[in-house]
């Protein structure tokens, strides 16, 4: 059924990613983007296509971005691919999501390592079919040498279901006698989260026209610019991620103190 999917990339050169860096100041750069991929059913429903076909193609428009953020010199993506709530669609498009996932961390590991992109994923693994476990596996162990961009894959994530385990695990320790309640800080509970290591994102991109934050990286958002725009995932490309940049340049980060404010 999905015969195809990600195969031709090989046999037709990869073209050159032309960015028009114009308006971009590259020493002020955000170092990690966090992306709500959205839009993809209505993406496809608006061709008379299945919603699946947007997901597909939605795979697609993520390697291109993460090939522009690369360039750019932004060091991680988040990529919500996959929340702890879209286990409720109907079964046939879980699967095909899954299934997609598991395609996409086998075709794409030779390009990961031409580009130097390390793989890392972020939520739980509970639930997640046994061959997705398996390729996700690979993918880390394949990519883990890479030093250039992350991509941080969202696979059965949600920001609460992080936060509690968090809790879980700190309040385990407290009661083993291995940590203190005084000794919790942020620091201490960011190592708790999936992101553990990771900076937290500078800007966070929304397509698809929603203004929602949809249990994404809830503590890691805390001081996130956001970004939205009406463009389905798909039809994401390396100018909207340029237009994105460009405003968070834009903006001034306060961090809640008061640099400029009068
Ligand atoms: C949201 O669009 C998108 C998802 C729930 C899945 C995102 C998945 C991909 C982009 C493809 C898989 C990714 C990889 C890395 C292989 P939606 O279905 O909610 O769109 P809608 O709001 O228009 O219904």
Do not use: C
């Amino acid at each position: 059924m999905f015969k195809g999917l990600f195969q031709t990339k090989k046999k037709t050169p990869k073209a050159e990613l032309a960015l028009d860096l114009t308006d971009i100041d590259l020493n002020n750069v955000p170092k990690h983007i966090a992306i709500i991929m959205d839009g993809n059913g209505r993406w496809a429903k608006a061709q008379g296509k299945v919603r699946t076909f947007g997901h597909q193609a939605g795979a697609e428009t993520l390697k291109t971005i993460v090939r522009a953020a690369d360039k750019l010199g932004v060091k991680v993506i988040s990529a919500y691919a996959f929340s702890t709530e879209n286990w409720k669609r109907p079964v046939t498009e879980v699967n095909f999501i899954m299934e997609l996932l598991s395609r996409y961390l086998t075709s794409e590991i030779e390009e990961f390592n031409e580009n130097n992109v390390q793989v890392r994923f972020i939520g739980s693994r509970e639930g997640l079919p046994e061959i997705v476990k398996e390729k996700m596996d690979n993918a880390i162990e394949a990519t883990k040498n890479n030093t250039g961009i992350i991509l941080n894959l969202a696979i059965n994530y949600g920001g609460q279901a992080e936060i509690l385990q968090a809790v879980k695990d700190i309040a385990a320790k407290i009661e083993a006698g291995s940590l203190n309640v005084e000794d919790i800080t942020n620091d201490v509970f960011e190592n708790h989260l999936y992101t553990k290591g990771l900076p937290a994102p500078d800007l966070l991109i929304r397509p698809g026209g929603d203004l929602r934050i949809s249990n994404f990286l809830l503590w890691q958002i805390a001081y996130a610019e956001i970004w939205t725009t009406d463009v389905y995932w798909p039809d994401f490309s390396p100018e909207h991620l340029l237009q994105a940049v460009s405003a968070y340049q834009g903006r001034e980060r306060r961090f809640g103190g008061l640099v400029n404010k009068k």
